[in-house]
């Protein structure tokens, strides 16, 4: 059975340089509901890029609240809501392939998507880095910018096959401090299905 990702209950109604705002479907109130923290009322989602990220969701009933992290801090949240920002981020930032770092030139690049068919081939660059003592600790950069943190190569690996990429090892080698880098191209394919 198929299960609905965040990215399919919702449309890209703006990436501008500053934010992107997404809108909740008519229908897809009970499918947000089962993704766990969504009570089905959200209507309006924005995201904000840069350093810092301000959440702010705006419910059908006319109510809004807002919440933010990143470099300078965190606002105190529930588990429930931080998971909910976790998943309106890797929306934008995994599904939708939208950068919102503080890199002028790739939030410039990534303008264009307004929709998962936008991502459709879209390529990037990885770099995987890790001590050779430790491992378990890979940290992921994509086109120059930091990604995100894995606890192993399979799962850096595996994390994109999940999003629909093809991988290609470019290189391997030991930089100057001794950190050891993988090099990868990929490629996303075009067909997006998701099972449970």
């Given at each position: 059975?198929?299960?609905k990702?965040?990215c399919?209950l919702?449309?890209i109604?703006d990436?501008?340089?500053d934010?992107v705002?997404?809108?909740?479907k ?8 089962k ?12 995201l ?25 801090g965190c606002?105190?949240v ?21 950068y ?8 410039n ?5 307004k929709?998962l ?7 990037h660059?990885?770099e995987?880095m890790?001590?050779?003592d430790?491992p378990?600790n890979i ?7 930091f990604?995100k ?10 994390h ?6 093809n991988l ?8 100057g401090?001794g ?18």
């Amino acid at each position: 059975m198929k299960s609905k990702k965040l990215c399919d209950l919702v449309d890209i109604i703006d990436n501008n340089m500053d934010c992107v705002v997404l809108k909740v479907k008519d229908d897809a109130q009970i499918e947000l509901i089962k993704l766990g923290y969504f009570s089905g009322n959200e209507d309006i989602i924005r995201l904000t890029k840069g350093k810092n990220h301000t959440c702010s969701v705006f419910n059908k009933d006319g109510t809004n609240f807002s919440w933010y992290w990143g470099s300078s801090g965190c606002t105190l949240v529930s588990d429930m809501l931080s998971k909910k920002g976790k998943l309106i981020e890797e929306c934008i930032t995994e599904d939708f392939d939208i950068y919102i770092g503080d890199n002028y030139e790739n939030i410039n690049r990534c303008l264009y998507i307004k929709s998962l068919d936008d991502v459709n081939d879209a390529q990037h660059f990885l770099e995987f880095m890790y001590w050779k003592d430790n491992p378990t600790n890979i940290s992921v950069h994509k086109d120059g910018s930091f990604y995100k943190n894995f606890d192993s190569i399979d799962k850096v690996e595996q994390h994109f096959k999940d999003l629909n990429y093809n991988l290609v090892k470019n290189d391997k080698y030991v930089a100057g401090t001794g950190c050891i880098v993988e090099e990868y191209y990929i490629e996303k394919k075009k067909n997006l299905e998701y099972e449970v």
